[in-house]
């Protein structure tokens, strides 16, 4: 079977690039080993942040430093058994954190975060899939006054450099718009920008609905052995061969099991997430999408249920969960607000896809004619994966691109790979 490009990995990037391609007249196969949208694309806080110019950026202030490397923090923890093989990357990503380094990363990833809320409108609209989204922005909320005043000299920083829009809540408007709160907070930046979204993998079947209206086909299945041949691209998908002309990998944290034996050996690890859904006691509501910014989760009123979400566990993909940074961030939520039962069987776990230097890699691999990627998001894939795909898209069809795609090449990495 032959088509112009095969896609794998159907995620919100995959069928992000596959309707872009299928738009533009391209026949696209999408393989996935699973439904589309039901890794993690399907277990994200559900934001659009069109304000997350700044990418997450590894500490270098030595009291969280200290927190975290004593399993102090909720925000972020780390598997000692995984330092090994994650330490050389996490050195790069602090490198790569330091204040002139990523004040020109900023700027390179700041116009991509700025595609964000049109590409996703487009493709809510073709897909007719408004009834997902919410459109008042979320809230970073702060139990520290200092921590707050702090953050809103950032976010007007960003409002004057990048257009990003936000309003300065007190203790007093917080507990106004969440009077279910059982502490009041110093206060919080109210992000006005972006968009919410109340169940994320839903949101992304409706996009594969769509990319399969337009004419798209999709396999299921694990597509092995990625090779080039006469004709192109050539996968095996449960023993059968698929060809393409071009091939896309938009694999997030699984890209490396087709990557590597290409030669392309990329310094990418893996920030691991977990969710769980609540009920609620007596009655109460949560309104808003919001940040427990000293503690470290988040809570969002998802069609589930009160969803609870994690910060970051450095760990390899495939090891076993660990329950203490849920419970961690569990404990810290009750506190702040009526926490009902859980309402899933087990947490969901998840893996973010990074890079050390916090940007994705979008574009052709430099080796291989007709070989593209789209990986490497971190905290937002979500927040990406339409942009990307329309980008990807661009290229690969001789348009000019809606902005540089250069900073986001492969070839920034081009000491982890054989040329």
């Given amino acids: 079977m032959k088509y ?19 738009r533009r007249g391209r026949s696209v196969l999408l393989v996935d080993k699973r439904e589309p949208g039901l890794e993690t694309s399907f277990g994200n806080a559900g934001i659009i942040q069109r304000e997350g110019v700044r990418p997450h950026a590894f500490p270098r202030d030595l009291a969280m430093l200290m927190q975290v490397g004593l399993h102090l923090s909720t925000a972020a923890r780390y598997d000692p058994l995984a330092l090994p093989r994650i330490t050389p990357p996490l050195l790069r990503y602090w490198w790569e954190s330091s204040p002139s380094h990523y004040k020109k990363i900023v ?32 809230l970073l909320g702060f139990r520290n006054e200092g921590k707050l005043r702090e953050e809103e000299i950032r976010a007007q920083e960003d409002h004057e450099l990048y257009g990003v829009n936000h309003a300065l809540l007190s203790g007093d408007d917080v507990a106004a718009i969440e009077p279910d709160f059982r502490i009041k907070l110093a206060g919080a930046i109210q992000w006005t920008d972006p968009w919410t979204i109340k169940d994320p993998g839903a949101l992304v079947a409706a996009y594969f609905e769509y990319y399969k209206s337009l004419g798209g086909q999709f ?7 990625l090779h080039q041949d ?8 449960e023993g059968e061969k698929v060809s393409g002309r071009e091939a896309v990998v938009t694999l997030g944290p699984w890209a490396p099991e087709v990557l590597e034996p290409l030669g392309y050996r990329l310094p990418l690890f893996v920030k691991r997430g977990y969710h769980m859904h609540y009920g609620t006691e007596g009655g109460a509501t949560l309104n808003n999408w919001i940040i427990d910014a000293d503690i470290g989760y988040l809570l969002a009123p998802m069609a589930r249920g009160i969803r609870l979400t994690t910060g970051a566990e450095f760990a390899m993909r495939d090891a076993a969960p660990s329950p203490i940074q849920l419970g961690r961030a569990e404990k810290a939520a009750r506190e702040m607000f009526p926490l009902g039962e859980r309402l899933d ?6 893996a973010r896809p990074c890079t050390p230097d916090m940007m994705p890699i979008i574009g052709p691999a430099p080796k291989h004619r007709g070989l593209w990627t789209g990986i490497g998001h971190a905290h937002h894939g979500f927040t990406l994966g339409p942009a990307t795909g329309h980008l990807l898209a661009q290229v690969m069809t001789g348009e000019k691109p809606a902005i540089d795609i250069a900073p986001f090449g492969m070839d920034r990495f081009a000491g982890s790979y054989r040329r």
């Fill in 219 to 225: 396999r299921h299945g694990a597509a092995k052995n």
């Fill in 345 to 350: 069987p087990q947490p969901w776990k998840g």
């Fill in 4 to 22: 112009d490009v095969i896609v794998l990995g159907a995620g919100i990037v995959g069928v992000s690039t596959a309707i872009h391609l299928t």
């Fill in 107 to 138: 700027k390179s990833y700041a116009p991509l975060i700025g595609l964000s809320i049109d590409e996703h409108a487009d493709l809510i609209a073709a897909s007719g899939a408004e009834d997902l989204v919410v459109k008042k922005g979320w």
């Fill in 230 to 237: 006469a004709d192109g691209w050539a996968v095996e998908i």
